[in-house]
């Protein structure tokens, strides 16, 4: 069993990987960094359109859930006594963050994605990503929860 929960993890963990670098790369670093700041009004018109209408709350949360779970996949900030102690505690607690936000904003399409019934071709690279980004943390948010249970 433990080799599945392991599985699903790295699964998550590669998925969180691909959709938020799909993400950056069709929304841009700058733009990326200006949804995570709130700087909403600065977003290109492009990167909006990722999100529909406009970059609401949840939006900014799932960006800023992204840079994170990319950070530290890459080793980039990781768990350390030096760190503060929030610090420590966000990164431990980013897979289920993930799980929460994607539970509670985005499960009709982490659903249709493990489900095989979400359609790529229906919306764009910058969306798709996002989405991939949310279904890995959903996996690696489970596998955590399940492996805390030992």
């Given at each position: ?14 998925l ?33 359109a990722i ?100």
């Amino acid at each position: 069993m433990t080799t599945l929960i392991n599985t699903a993890a790295k699964l998550g963990v590669i998925l969180a990987l691909i959709g938020t670098a799909l993400f950056v790369s069709e929304a841009g670093i700058q733009d990326t960094w200006d949804i995570m700041a709130g700087n909403t009004d600065d977003v290109s018109v492009n990167t909006t359109a990722i999100f529909g209408t406009e970059i609401d709350f949840v939006d900014r949360v799932t960006v800023t859930t992204m840079v994170i779970t990319f950070a530290s996949a890459l080793g980039l900030v990781a768990v350390s006594r030096s760190n503060p102690r929030v610090v420590n505690d966000v990164l431990r607690y980013a897979p289920i963050l993930g799980l929460a936000i994607g539970i509670t904003a985005f499960s009709d399409q982490v659903m249709d994605v493990m489900s095989n019934d979400w359609i790529f071709d229906d919306h764009g690279d910058g969306y798709n990503g996002m989405i991939l980004a949310v279904t890995g943390w959903v996996m690696m948010g489970i596998a955590s929860l399940i492996d805390q249970r030992k």
